[in-house]
């Protein structure tokens, strides 16, 4: 099969990694052998690994979602193709990409393996940071995009950011084409559309850092 | 577009710079390059993806020296164009600004606290609201500012664009090849668009409701329908549709400048013929300045107009 990235981009990316990637980071993708019932787990594969060629410090690891289900239970994978991150001491950073991280949404992939080799280092303002610690309970994100909107990327990031920095926090990417039940279910039809805790709160667009973690606060905390 | 696009990862930084361009759009980054090519040390700030509005146009055509490029590649090209000559790049949203202070000061909703010594203002515009009965109500339960964005979510359902003018044709014109009922509904007899872009838009599937204005969006959980007034007959009727995408104009993105700079009544940022504004060392171009027309190719021209003036504060 032809390579998906150009050559400018494979060699944008080596660069990149080089002065960038710190310590290893480990991919685990779960994939869907059956082509009907997952369309894009092959292209999420291969995209997949021709990122891991660019470094050798990129491992992926892949699962079969239907028939591992200890795993799939264990790091509660929804649906496929899922992709997890793990930093140099094996620890789960929290993030989750259901669906291919194509278009603009590639980027976010890019930052999130850069974030994860320095063990979930992210650039967070100190009020978050401090809101973030008054947070005890379990909060879940899903960020719902497509790979065409320009604004996404940012609020699948801050997700991201807060999956990394604190423990409660589950921060998912949603490619709402790829999953239309789950979209239809939380009524998406404009994007970025941010779902708190399974449909508790919910808002709409690329807020600021500010904004985006009041968002949160306000449900979490019931303010 | 790339099928997979890098253009939002960001780069490491410092926290002075000679020039701090808020907004990549085209107007931000033809700065960035003049900026580059004057040796001046710049950073460009951009709150989603460095290209602007640009990223939500399929097409452009009438950007000289390419005759037809996709949004995506030609603001690819700028960035890679702005970076080759040095600026510097942070995927920030400023949030407040200091011009009294020198060097200037503003703050990006990281906490980040930047200085420089010239701010150039680049956060072009918005699409504006219609302002009709139904809209807040339906805002992304049907109702949507970016076919781009959103347009995969009606695939094969009725909808409708309102606007006549250019990016209301264009947006109109990507909708038909996701979906084979776009109506599009225009207060006037005839487009403002192009005229190239409307031969287009009367050769496509799009059809088309003149002289006529919404007046409501209604549905109950999500859009089901426009009201609209024919505005020669007075006839008032109801348009069954899903999806409304509006393009009636542009809103200029200077919500964190009021009060600190001059501006129009419809707040556009005023400057002079050098591209400065009432403040010294505080520049405005593209489509949030107070402009006659807003294009990719006056955009750029605007930036290269400021560097040339702003090279004053540096000699």
């Known amino acids: 099969m032809a390579a998906l990235l150009s050559e400018e981009d494979r060699k944008y990316l080596v660069d990149l990694f080089q002065k960038e990637v710190k310590?290893?980071?480990?991919?685990?993708?779960?994939?869907?052998?059956?082509?009907?019932?997952?369309?894009?787990?092959?292209?999420?594969?291969?995209?997949?690994?021709e990122l891991a060629e660019t470094t050798d410090k990129i491992k992926i690891e892949?699962?079969?979602?239907?028939?591992?289900?200890?795993?799939?239970?264990?790091?509660?994978?929804?649906?496929?193709?899922?992709?997890?991150m793990f930093d140099s001491k094996n620890k789960d950073m929290r993030i989750r990409y259901y669906g291919i991280p194509s278009g603009y949404e590639f980027s976010s992939l890019i930052e999130d393996v850069v974030a994860t080799s320095k063990n979930g280092e992210v650039d967070l303002s100190e009020s978050t940071l401090k809101k973030l610690q008054e947070i005890k309970e379990p909060v879940k994100l899903q960020v719902f995009v497509t790979p065409t909107c320009p604004y996404c990327p940012k609020a699948v990031l801050m997700a991201h950011k807060l999956a990394m920095q604190s423990p409660n926090f589950i921060g998912e990417m949603?490619?709402?084409?790829?999953?239309?039940?789950l979209s239809?279910?939380?009524?998406?039809?404009?994007?970025?559309?941010?779902?708190?805790n399974d449909g508790e709160g919910e808002f709409v667009g690329a807020l600021p850092e500010d904004a985006f973690i009041d968002q949160v606060m306000s449900v979490v905390k019931g303010a | 577009m790339p099928l997979f696009n890098l253009s939002n990862v960001s780069k490491p930084k410092t926290l002075d710079y000679d020039v701090a361009i808020i907004g990549a759009g085209p107007g931000g980054l033809a700065t960035a390059v003049y900026a580059g090519r004057a040796r001046l040390k710049t950073i460009v700030f951009e709150k989603a993806t460095e290209g602007g509005q640009i990223l939500l146009t399929d097409?452009?055509?009438?950007?000289?020296?390419f005759t037809s490029i996709s949004g995506n590649d030609l603001a690819e090209n700028f960035l890679n164009h702005a970076k080759a000559f040095g600026a510097s790049f942070a995927d920030e949203e400023i949030v407040e600004v200091d011009f009294k202070s020198d060097p200037k000061r503003i703050k990006s909703d990281l906490g980040n606290e930047y200085t420089a010594k010239v701010v150039v203002i680049a956060t072009g515009s918005n699409p504006k609201r219609l302002g009709v009965p139904g809209e807040s109500e339906f805002m992304n339960k049907g109702v949507?500012?970016?076919?781009?964005?959103?347009?995969?979510?009606?695939?094969?359902?009725?909808?409708?664009?309102?606007g006549g003018g250019d990016s209301a044709i264009e947006e109109g014109l990507y909708l038909t090849k996701i979906t084979n009922d776009v109506t599009l509904i225009h207060r006037r007899d005839k487009l403002r668009a192009q005229k190239i872009a409307q031969d287009r838009a009367f050769k496509s599937k799009m059809k088309?409701?003149?002289?006529?204005?919404?007046?409501?969006?209604?549905?109950?959980?999500?859009?089901?329908?426009?009201?609209?007034?024919?505005?020669?007959?007075?006839?008032?009727?109801?348009?069954?549709?899903?999806?409304?995408?509006?393009y009636v104009g542009l809103s200029p993105n200077t919500e964190i400048f009021k009060g600190s700079i001059e501006m129009d009544e419809n707040g556009f940022i005023i400057t002079n013929s050098k591209m400065e504004t009432n403040i010294k060392g505080v520049?405005?171009?593209?489509?949030?300045?107070?402009?006659?027309?807003?294009?990719?190719?006056?955009?750029?021209?605007?930036?290269?107009?400021?560097?040339?003036?702003?090279?004053?504060?540096?000699?």
Not at chain 1, 174 to 181: L, R, S, T, Y
Not at chain 1, 185 to 195: A, E, G, L, M
Not at chain 2, 59 to 65: A, H, N, S, W
Request: charged fraction near 25%; include cysteine; charge should be negative.
């Open chain 1, 23 to 49: 310590s290893e980071v480990k991919i685990l993708f779960f994939t869907r052998k059956n082509k009907e019932e997952c369309e894009y787990c092959e292209l999420t594969q291969q995209i997949l690994d």
């Open chain 1, 62 to 84: 892949v699962h079969d979602f239907d028939s591992e289900e200890d795993l799939v239970k264990k790091y509660n994978i929804g649906m496929a193709p899922a992709i997890l």
């Open chain 1, 174 to 181: 949603v490619e709402a084409n790829e999953f239309p039940d």
């Open chain 1, 184 to 196: 239809m279910q939380y009524n998406v039809s404009s994007v970025p559309h941010i779902i708190i």
């Open chain 2, 59 to 65: 097409t452009v055509e009438d950007y000289p020296g």
């Open chain 2, 144 to 162: 949507s500012y970016c076919a781009v964005c959103d347009g995969s979510f009606f695939k094969d359902k009725k909808v409708v664009v309102v």
């Open chain 2, 208 to 246: 088309f409701i003149w002289n006529t204005v919404v007046t409501e969006i209604g549905g109950s959980k999500n859009v089901e329908y426009v009201n609209v007034k024919d505005l020669k007959s007075g006839e008032v009727k109801k348009v069954p549709t899903e999806g409304v995408f509006i």
């Open chain 2, 283 to 315: 520049y405005t171009v593209g489509d949030v300045r107070n402009t006659p027309l807003r294009q990719i190719v006056t955009a750029a021209s605007d930036g290269a107009i400021a560097v040339i003036d702003m090279v004053k504060y540096f000699e």
